[in-house]
């Protein structure tokens, strides 16, 4: 394929989402062996996202294409159809449900009239990890029952909000609030109380709500 031809369907995994987890269960296909069953998938993987193409299906008795995903430590015989492609002439679909830096496997069927080829060889694919948290986050007693939370911000320019989370004396994180921007470096926390320890932690967020690893976690006793 030419790299301008992979560009615009690259782009077009953002406009497009064939994925559909609902589809789980809404039919039950026998196995026809005559149906062509597909052989050649490319993957194109991100954070939070799997793109697949195939070449165009022939067989005018195909009426589309189901995608079937599994992990590998569950073994094959946990596949489970996460969606469909209804249309022999279609040629890409995106799973959207998927975590970053995780293994999965995937395989893929043709369908007719209720029923479904053999499965087609498994694919593995890994998706990107996911970007690096912010850099640098500080936290300072300000005054009485004032903490001013400080961070770098994140260089890259997908990011465009944080997400601050804070956990009182050690314990659970909880969501604190969404700052947005990717310039944006502080939050002033004025729920603080004498006598206690508070951590804080940042979770940068990208256009599309891919989130970074959280940031260090900075504490403070007032």
Known sequence: MKKSTLLLWTLSLLAFNGCGEGIKGLMIYDTDPTLKTITQVRALPMQNSVGFEWKKIEDYRVHGVNIYRGKPSTGNQSFKRIGSAGNRYATHFVDTHVKPNTTYL??????????????????????RPALNGVSFVKAYSVAPGVVKLLWAPHNNQSINKYVIERSVNMGPWKYMTQVDGQ???????TFVHAGNNYRYRIIAKSYDNISTKPSQVTTITL
């Open 106 to 127: 995937y395989t893929f069927t043709t369908f007719s009239l209720g029923k479904e080829s053999k499965h087609g060889a498994v694919l593995k694919v890994k998706t």
């Open 183 to 189: 310039l944006m470096a502080e939050y002033i926390d």
